[in-house]
C-alpha cells in the first residue's frame, strides 16, 4: 500500500440526504477515480458491493444503517476472555447480522491466558466447542503472548477480513502481533468501568504479512440489527433451523407459542440456553424497533 495510496474527496452525488446509510464509501469498497493534477483524486463512482458487515446505526439515526466494511472474505467477532468480559449476546447479534448478508464469520476469543483456573478454561472449552459445532470456526488466542496466532494466521492468509467487537478486547493488539511493524496504537482497560477505552477511531485496512489484508474497526459498544425481522430471525439460528418444522404453528416465534418445538428443545436441554437468550433478546428488540436493545 504505502506509496500507492491517493488523498481523495467524494463527488457531491454521494450526499447522504435521504439515503438509508450513515456513509457513502467504506472501507473495502472498489471505486472510480478521477485523477486531478495535483495527485489528489475524486472519487466518481462507487462499484456494487457484496459481502458486507452492517450494524444498525447508534444513536439518534433511526432506521439507518452503518455499513463497517464492503467486499470481505470474512467477518471476525472478537472478544476477550475477560477485561472485559466475554459477551455472548454481541458475539450471537454480529453472528445474525453477518448471515443475513451472506458473509462468513466466526469468533476469536483473545485473552485466554486470564483463564487462570480449571473451571475457567472448562469453560472456555465449553463455549468454543458450542459455536463450533454451529459451523462457526473459533480460534482461541493470546495476541500478548503470542498464543494461538499460528492456527489464526493460517485462518487469514489470503483473505480480506474484518475484526470488530468492544474496545480493549484487543484488536489492535492483534493486529500488530500479525504484522509487526505496524506499531499501532493500543488502549487500556478502564478500571472504573471496567471497559476498553478507545484508540481506533475510523475503519482502516492493513496488509498482513502472510498475504491478505484486516480491516481494523473502532470498538462497538452494541451490534444492532438491521434488515431482520421476527418472521426470518429464527432462520439466523443455524441450530433452530431444523427444529422449526416440528414447531405447532407454522408461524411459530419460539416465544409463548404452544407446542413449540425449539422452547421443548430449551427445557430438554438440547439447545444452550444462552442462545436462546440471545434469540428472545432480539426478538423483543425488533418488536420494539430497536434492534440495539440487549447489548
Known amino acids: 500500500m504505502g506509496d500507492d495510496r491517493i488523498a481523495c474527496t467524494v463527488r457531491g452525488k454521494f450526499r447522504l440526504a435521504g439515503s438509508r446509510e450513515t456513509n457513502p464509501v467504506v472501507v473495502g469498497d472498489n471505486v472510480d477515480l478521477l485523477m486531478n493534477e495535483d495527485g489528489t483524486g475524486v472519487i466518481v463512482g462507487i462499484e456494487p458491493r457484496v459481502r458486507c458487515l452492517i450494524r444498525r446505526a ?15 472474505d470474512h467477518a471476525w467477532v472478537v472478544q476477550a476472555f475477560d477485561e472485559p468480559p466475554l459477551n455472548t449476546g454481541f458475539v450471537d447479534r454480529f453472528l445474525v447480522m453477518a448471515a443475513c448478508n451472506d458473509l462468513p464469520a466466526g469468533l476469536i476469543i483473545n485473552k485466554v491466558d486470564l483463564a487462570g483456573s480449571r473451571k475457567a478454561r472448562a469453560e472456555l472449552k465449553q463455549l468454543a466447542r458450542m459455536y463450533e459445532s454451529l459451523g462457526y470456526p473459533v480460534r482461541l488466542i493470546s495476541a500478548k503472548e503470542g498464543k494461538g496466532m499460528r492456527a489464526l494466521k493460517k485462518s487469514l492468509k489470503g483473505q480480506t477480513c474484518v475484526v470488530a467487537g468492544p474496545s480493549g ?12 511493524g505496524l506499531d499501532l496504537r493500543t488502549g487500556e482497560i478502564s478500571h472504573a468501568t471496567g471497559k476498553g477505552t478507545h484508540t481506533t477511531t475510523f475503519a482502516s485496512l492493513h496488509p498482513l504479512a502472510g498475504g491478505g489484508y484486516l480491516v481494523d474497526t ?8 438491521i ?20 414447531c405447532r404453528f407454522p408461524n411459530c416465534t419460539h416465544d409463548h407459542e404452544p407446542g413449540c418445538a425449539v422452547k421443548d428443545a430449551v427445557d430438554e436441554g438440547q439447545l ?11 426478538l423483543y428488540a425488533l418488536r420494539l424497533g430497536a434492534g440495539d436493545v440487549g447489548r
Do not use: C, W
Not at 59 to 72: D, F, P, T
Open 218 to 225: 473502532p470498538g462497538l459498544r452494541e451490534f444492532g440489527l
Open 58 to 72: 447508534a444513536g439518534r439515526q433511526i432506521g439507518k444503517s452503518h455499513v463497517i466494511a464492503a467486499n470481505v
Open 227 to 246: 434488515g431482520v425481522d421476527e418472521g426470518n430471525l429464527t432462520h439466523y439460528f443455524p441450530e433452530f433451523v431444523p427444529l422449526i418444522p416440528d
Open 272 to 282: 444452550q440456553i444462552s442462545r436462546y437468550d440471545s434469540y428472545l433478546s432480539m
Open 169 to 180: 478486547v484487543g484488536k489492535t493488539t492483534l493486529l500488530n502481533t500479525l504484522s509487526p
